[in-house]
């Protein structure tokens, strides 16, 4: 099970956002996040915790180990208003968080 | 580059069988590493993974489905199939299809382009 905190949250261009997802059990770092954008399917952002994929920008990062998990965009920039999803890669069945929508305020 | 192209009916009746189909373009279906998945997630929610499968076979489900729930490759075709069976208005959802790993993580690196599928008379 995977707990994501906040649902949701109001942020301003160019403030930094964190999102948290906490596992039930110690998952150790296998750990992936998501950006979906409306109507688009998810986007793999990071994998391992904190490895950034190829192409995502450097103001995304992300951190934690075990039970607690943290995504962190700094300098919100428009494009990055979206719904982020965390994931359990340790061991099937897979599982996801309940998703943090991430708007403008 | 990879895709993954979904196909399928977007209303089934209740308590009938929601078949979808996945075709991989651009890379090979039977690669060492990878395993190819559903995911769903009912509108307005987050995402649910449903099953996941090898090109020789081997297979994983979520427990809550899977009774109902079967995944089934066609390497020479390069698709994938679900088909989730006594469907109800809790099955309305958009159906993922993407590519995972195995080694590498079991991630989702590559994705469909969703498919919205209505349970409805």
């Known amino acids: 099970q995977l707990t994501q905190s906040p649902s949701s949250l109001s942020a301003s261009l160019g403030d930094s956002v964190t999102i948290t997802c906490r596992a039930s059990?110690?998952?150790?770092?296998?750990l992936a996040w998501y950006q979906q954008k409306p109507g688009k399917a998810p986007k793999l952002l990071m994998s391992?915790?904190?490895t950034v994929q190829s192409g995502v920008p450097s103001r995304f990062s992300g951190g934690g180990s075990g039970t607690d998990f943290t995504l962190t965009i700094s300098s919100l920039q428009p494009e990055d208003f979206a719904t982020y999803h965390c994931?359990?890669?340790?061991?099937?069945?897979?599982?996801f968080g309940g998703g943090t929508k991430v708007e403008i305020k | 580059q990879l895709q993954l192209q979904q196909s399928g009916p977007q209303l089934v009746k209740p308590s009938e069988t929601l078949s979808l189909t996945c075709t991989v373009s651009?890379?090979?279906?039977?690669?060492?590493?990878?395993?190819w998945g559903w995911i769903r997630q009912p509108p307005g929610k987050g995402l649910e993974w449903i099953a996941s499968?090898?090109?020789?076979?081997?297979?994983f489900y979520t427990p809550s489905l899977k009774s109902r729930v079967l995944i089934t490759i066609d390497a020479a075709r390069a698709q994938f199939y679900l088909n989730l069976t006594s469907v109800t208005a809790a099955d309305t959802a958009i159906y993922y299809c993407?590519?995972?790993?195995?080694?590498?993580?079991?991630?989702?690196?590559?994705w469909g382009q969703g498919a919205l599928v209505t349970v409805s008379s």
């Open positions: 993407a590519r995972g790993g195995f080694w590498r993580g079991y991630y989702f690196d590559y």
């Open positions: 651009g890379d090979s279906i039977t690669g060492n590493d990878d395993y």
């Open positions: 499968i090898y090109y020789r076979g081997n297979s």
């Open positions: 059990e110690d998952i150790g770092r296998s």
């Open positions: 391992s915790a904190s």
């Open positions: 994931q359990q890669v340790k061991s099937y069945p897979l599982s």
